[in-house]
């Protein structure tokens, strides 16, 4: 009996470990249980958070929206402004045209098309006449300087020039000299003289009061005394001649040199209004039934009178013609134009 109670203990004993066991894993599994209350709070919190983020962004779209709706706002009271500012500064133009127009007087011929506007007076005072071409350039490139021919040390007249390249308005150019090389008469340019950007010769500085004059390529009137080439090319030029002297920079006299001061001559001059109208005149003289000429201080006064903020003084003399519409409008001293080394020109 006792062999049997064994014998069961030992077939039994497998089972009541695992029973065992299992009591044991039951045990160790009521210790793993944790409360859901915490999650639950949890996931609450997220929820709320969610909701709190979802509300910022619609916060933040409207904040958008109303940032969007202010910025049009503004841009169309900037625009209103813009327009106002246009209007008041074309108001502002039209004002300046008229009182220049006012002091040129009465005009006598014009032209008007997408390049340029050309409106020619007559300049009639006591012991000298001329005429003025007032132009506003809506096209830069419709004003050129043109070589005589096209050809360094050749001749030719202002009404040639003007004629062989189809121009409206023209008026002669920068001083030179003529002497003989290789048995031919050659007309040496004096100064600098750029076309198309370019020097057409290098830079010459001698005798070292000679000015640059023209344009630049936003067809402003820029003159200066350059000194170095460097000095030159801050001007930025691009169409310009040289001769002497200075005569207005910012609406004031420049001191004129004593052997230029005081003799009535014809005269070609080249400057320009505060809104950057060029003004072109020339001048008669040496005809004492119809234009003595004028000196240079009296000019000065003449210019500053029709309200010009620059002005320079070109080769005069002979040489002084103004062509416009086919025909010379003065009357050239020698009777006849004489042939010069340049032209400055303005296209229709």
Request: with cysteine.
């Amino acid at each position: 009996m006792y062999r049997i109670n064994v014998l069961m203990l030992f077939i039994a004993a497998p089972f009541i470990a695992l029973f065992l066991a299992c009591s044991d894993f039951v045990e160790d599994s009521k210790m793993l249980q944790f409360s859901a209350a915490p999650l639950e709070e949890r996931a609450v919190m997220l929820q709320e958070e969610a909701g709190l983020l979802k509300q910022s962004i619609v916060d933040l779209g409207m904040l958008a929206r109303s940032q969007e709706d202010t910025f049009t706002e503004q841009y169309r009271s900037l625009s209103a402004l813009s327009d106002k500012s246009v209007s008041h500064r074309k108001l502002s133009d039209d004002i300046y045209e008229q009182k220049i127009l006012d002091m040129l007087g009465p005009t006598v011929s014009a032209h008007i098309s997408d390049n340029n506007e050309i409106k020619i007076f007559k300049l009639a005072e006591l012991g000298y006449r001329g005429f003025i071409a007032k132009v506003k350039l809506f096209k830069p490139k419709s004003f050129k300087v043109v070589l005589a021919q096209d050809t360094l040390g050749k001749l030719e007249t202002t009404s040639e020039a003007a004629k062989r390249t189809g121009a409206m308005l023209a008026i002669n150019g920068g001083g030179f000299y003529t002497e003989v090389r290789n048995g031919e008469t050659y007309a040496q340019m004096i100064g600098n003289t750029v076309i198309d950007g370019k020097l057409v010769e290098p830079f010459n500085g001698y005798p070292g009061d000679l000015f640059f004059a023209g344009i630049n390529k936003k067809g402003q009137v820029i003159g200066d005394v350059p000194q170095t080439e460097k000095e030159l090319t801050r001007l930025k030029p691009y169409q310009g001649v040289s001769f002497i002297p200075v005569l207005l920079k910012d609406g004031k006299k420049v001191e004129i040199p004593d052997e230029w001061k005081t003799t009535n001559q014809p005269r070609t001059i080249i400057g320009k209004y505060a809104n950057d109208d060029l003004i072109m005149i020339v001048i008669d003289g040496r005809q004492g039934d119809w234009s003595v000429g004028v000196t240079l201080e009296l000019l000065q006064d003449k210019l500053l009178e029709l309200g010009v903020k620059e002005a320079y003084n070109l080769d005069g003399g002979g040489s002084s013609a103004m062509y416009f519409d086919g025909i010379i409008l003065n009357k050239p001293s020698d009777g006849k134009e004489r042939p010069v080394v340049n032209n400055i020109i303005v296209m229709p």
